[in-house]
């Protein structure tokens, strides 16, 4: 069975940085796109970005784009999202999530791709 661990939440200022890291275990990591999401209070689950397989193809939200890097580590079974000038608009529950039916080279914006989810890691940016 699949699970995700996600960590590097936190507190910090606007303007910082942080980054969250996702590991997978009880498959090949390989096989699955990744994605990160969000959830602030009061608002639907949202897409942030996301990686193929293989780590060549990348998609960003609008919102993110630019300041946010995903990435992945294939030999630690990790994915990465560096997360640069951050806002407080930025304040949410990250989660990451795997897609098994991508094809190698390439990523889905939507939730109802992903088969498995990570339990969530809280990112507060204060003003």
């Known amino acids: 069975q699949v699970q995700l661990v996600e960590s590097g939440g936190g507190l910090v200022q606007a303007g910082g940085s942080l980054r969250l890291s996702c590991a997978l275990s009880?498959?090949?990591?390989?096989?699955?796109?990744m994605g990160w999401f969000r959830q602030a209070p009061g608002k639907e689950r949202e897409f942030v970005a996301a990686i193929s397989r293989t780590g060549v193809s990348t998609n960003y939200a609008d919102s993110v784009k630019g300041r946010f890097t995903i990435s992945r580590d294939n030999a630690k079974n990790t994915v990465y999202l560096q997360m640069n000038s951050l806002k407080p608009e930025d304040t949410a529950v990250y989660y990451c999530a795997a897609d098994y039916r991508s094809l190698s080279y390439t990523t889905t914006r939507a939730l109802k791709d992903y088969d498995y989810w990570g339990q969530g890691t809280q990112v507060t940016v204060s003003s």
């Open positions: 009880g498959r090949t990591f390989s096989t699955y796109a």
